[in-house]
Nanobody, 122 residues
Framework: VQLVESGGGSVQAGGSLNLSCAASGDTYSGNCMGWFRQAPGREREVVAVLYTGGIRPYYADSVKDRFSASRDNDKNTFYLQMNSLKPEDTAMYYC?????????????????WGQGTQVTVS
């Protein structure tokens, strides 16, 4: 699967952004989709994962009730709606895909990655 993120930018604390991830290649609907982020000097961390097969979504504790992931299989697009943004949400955000992902998910579960989109909250 090839992945291209968009929608990042600079926003003030309390604001919102909606990230998009356009997928192509392998059958998109058969893949679990994840959002990760990496701040300078820190390890890449999982933000949200949407599973296939009816498994409930996973959200990191730091983003629960603020971020919401969704997917449109007709458009082969994966989204991350981010509300009530905080300065600590500043990071490069990456989209990832794989057919089989463990629970809880981790970076090692995903084989396909996008190039990332920068989110800066001030």
């Amino acid at each position: 699967v090839q992945l291209v993120e968009s929608g990042g930018g600079s926003v003030q604390a309390g604001g919102s952004l909606n990230l998009s991830c356009a997928a192509s290649g392998d059958t998109y609907s058969g893949n679990c989709m994840g959002w990760f982020r990496q701040a300078p000097g820190r390890e890449r961390e999982v933000v949200a994962v949407l599973y296939t097969g009816g498994i409930r979504p996973y959200y990191a504790d730091s983003v629960k009730d603020r971020f919401s992931a969704s997917r449109d299989n007709d458009k082969n697009t994966f989204y991350l709606q981010m509300n009530s943004l905080k300065p600590e949400d500043t990071a490069m955000y990456y989209c990832a895909a794989n057919r089989v992902v463990g629970f809880p998910p981790g970076t090692a579960d995903f084989k396909s990655w996008g190039q990332g989109t920068q989110v800066t909250v001030s």
